[in-house]
């Protein structure tokens, strides 16, 4: 039985439609990187190796919108069994994956490609399970050992994701208990990522389409595989793979917050063409109700909530394919 979504089915089909992609969006890559690393332990350090590490940190997330830590205290034992435990239930023929409570998740955890695609630049080689926090509780019993992989990721994930944006923001302004107030366990998600070989050439199908991440910030865990990009003065840069580390992006929730002093920095994932590629993201995000405003003046953007935001986005990719984002609340 197979494992895999029809991605080339739904790819021939978009082949015979428009393929639009604008010129800076071409698949050429001028280097490969090493992102901005920063050492966790530094903090303990004493005053002054704080105070560096710190500003180390806000301009990386300044100038890249992306860095990676080492020391961030999620073991390799459990960053290895997440990808293992990927590889299990992924492997699980698609009919099976596409069932309505598969894992007795909400129907809508599974996912494949781009319901929404137009055209193969919006079209995304690639599956996933996207996961609430809240309901990794009512996953099914005899996945006890993926279930309790994932309780131990993203329970370290989300001290980390806490600690790193308590430490951005220390400077902006926001009420220190900002973070603790809107961004509960149980309002992030993680998400669990396939992208199987693809047959076509890179520069015609993405395993993940160019986009931002609609949260504060994303921890990524990606295997050695590589294939992550992002876009860095109009230029697709490849991020070198680091299996000590884990990869933390500015999203635009910051961006926001912090007025454009950091920034939420497209990219997207290049499909494999010999091997699959594994990955997990833990979304760090506030409450539907959480009101999102610039800190720092004059502001840039208006006050909306997470709420208004993730409406905004649904109602633009339905009619275009295509997140529009933080533009959308500009003064």
């Known amino acids: 039985m197979s494992i ?6 739904t790819c021939n089909a978009l082949f015979k439609g428009p393929f639009v992609r604008a010129e800076d969006e071409k698949f050429v890559v001028v280097e490969e990187c090493e992102l901005p690393l920063i050492d966790m332990n530094c903090l303990t350090l004493g005053q002054k190796e704080r105070e560096k590490c710190i500003k180390k940190m806000a301009e990386a997330a300044s100038e890249w919108g992306f860095f990676q830590v080492v020391n961030h205290g999620i073991s390799q034992e459990v960053l290895q069994s997440m990808i293992y435990e990927q590889i299990k239930v992924f492997h699980e023929p698609l009919s099976k994956k596409t069932e309505e409570n598969f894992l007795n998740l909400p129907s809508n955890s599974y996912r494949w490609g781009n319901p929404d695609a137009t055209c193969l630049r919006q079209f995304s080689w690639s599956e996933a399970l996207h996961i609430s926090l809240a309901d990794i509780s009512r996953m099914d019993g005899y996945k006890t050992t993926l279930r309790s992989t994932i309780e131990a990721f993203a329970g ?19 009420k220190s208990n900002y973070f603790g107030e809107y961004c509960t366990p149980n309002t992030s998600y993680l998400r669990m990522n396939r992208y199987p070989p693809c047959p076509f050439f890179s520069d015609q199908v993405c395993g993940l389409m160019p986009h931002t991440d609609s949260d504060f910030l994303t921890i990524i865990y990606q295997d050695q595989t590589g294939g992550l990009q992002l876009k860095k003065h109009g230029r697709w840069l490849t991020v070198r793979p680091n299996p000590q580390s884990v990869i933390i992006n500015i999203g635009d929730l910051f961006q926001v917050l912090s007025n454009n002093v950091f920034r939420s920095m497209e990219h997207r994932v290049l499909a494999p063409q010999q091997v699959e590629r ?14 999102i405003q ?38």
């Open 294 to 331: 610039c800190y720092g003046k004059p502001a840039m953007y208006r006050k909306f909530s997470f709420r208004e935001y993730k409406q905004q986005i649904q109602k633009d990719v339905q009619a275009t394919g295509d997140k529009v984002g933080v533009s959308r609340f500009l003064l």
């Open 4 to 9: 895999d979504p029809p991605f080339q089915e």
């Open 156 to 174: 370290t994930a989300a001290t980390l994701a806490q600690s790193l944006a308590e430490i951005l923001a220390q400077n902006l302004g926001v």
């Open 278 to 291: 594994f990955s997990v993201a833990y979304f760090y995000c506030p409450s539907y109700d959480a009101v």
